[in-house]
Nanobody, 124 residues
Framework: QVQLVESGGGLVQAGDSLRLSCTVS????????MGWFRQAPGKERDFVAG????????EYADEVKGRFTISRDNAKNTVYLQMNSLKPEETAVYYC?????????????????WGQGTQVTVSS
């Protein structure tokens, strides 16, 4: 059974930092790409960042480049999202996702497994 569990969300002020974690259990060898997405109430689920599990190649949404960093620790089966200089408009539920193909995709429908999400609230 595959399970993705996110942690690290919370309430912060604008300009603060948070680090999200996503720990994967189960058939982890089947996952080639990991991604972070976010969804605000009434909005689409948007791509934030993605990483190739084997090579470490990363991609970011334009609006987070230079502020967010995705990384992985394969020994711990964990992916991280370091978020700096957070903005109120980035308040959302943040989801971790796993994909059983090599390419980093920005469409949430391309991912096969999902965590339950962790709430990030940024106050102004």
């Amino acid at each position: 059974q595959v399970q993705l569990v996110e942690s690290g969300g919370g309430l912060v002020q604008a300009g603060d930092s948070l680090r999200l974690s996503c720990t994967v259990s189960g058939r982890t060898s089947s996952f080639y790409t990991m991604g972070w997405f976010r969804q605000a109430p009434g909005k689409e689920r948007d791509f934030v960042a993605g990483i190739s599990v084997s090579s470490g190649i990363t991609e970011y949404a334009d609006e987070v480049k230079g502020r967010f960093t995705i990384s992985r620790d394969n020994a711990k089966n964990t992916v991280y999202l370091q978020m700096n200089s957070l903005k109120p408009e980035e308040t959302a539920v943040y989801y971790c996702a796993a994909r059983t193909r090599w390419s980093i995709e920005h469409d949430w429908r391309s991912y096969d497994y999902w965590g339950q999400g962790t709430q990030v609230t940024v106050s102004s």
